[in-house]
């Protein structure tokens, strides 16, 4: 069992940066791929990034790339997003999630979701 919690959503002017933290509680998060997806209102759930148990291997929504920056640490039980200017279209509520086989982008194949934190950009 993992549970995740999310941390440090909130709101941004564009061409702002925030950083999300999610931190897993249980043994066994560094056996996980972790991804990060997102929700905004009206529509549906997608991917915005993933990454490896080992942290060797990421990837992202292509919308994203060059601008969001996943990784983790888990000698601290945590996985992280980087977010670098910002879009008002990356409002969204932000979700992370635990995948005990790798590698997907569909939310289908991950386990755990953490209770989403609410990231709005300001134009």
């Known amino acids: 069992q993992v549970q995740l919690i999310e941390y440090g959503g909130g709101t941004v002017q564009a061409g702002g940066s925030l950083r999300l933290s999610c931190v897993a509680s249980?043994?066994?998060?560094?056996?996980?791929?972790m991804g990060w997806f997102r929700q905004a209102p009206g529509k549906e759930r997608e991917f915005v990034a993933r990454?490896?148990?080992?942290?060797?291997?990421?990837d992202y929504l292509d919308s994203v790339k060059g601008r969001f920056t996943i990784s983790r640490d888990n000698a601290k039980n945590t996985v992280y997003l980087q977010m670098n200017s910002l879009k008002p279209e990356d409002t969204a509520v932000y979700y992370c999630?635990?995948?005990?086989?790798?590698?997907?982008?569909?939310?289908?194949?991950?386990?755990?979701w953490g209770q989403g934190t609410q990231v709005t950009v300001s134009s």
């Open positions: 990454i490896t148990w080992s942290g060797q291997s990421t």
């Open positions: 999630a635990a995948d005990s086989n790798c590698c997907t982008r569909l939310a289908a194949g991950y386990e755990y």
């Open positions: 249980g043994r066994t998060f560094s056996h996980h791929a």
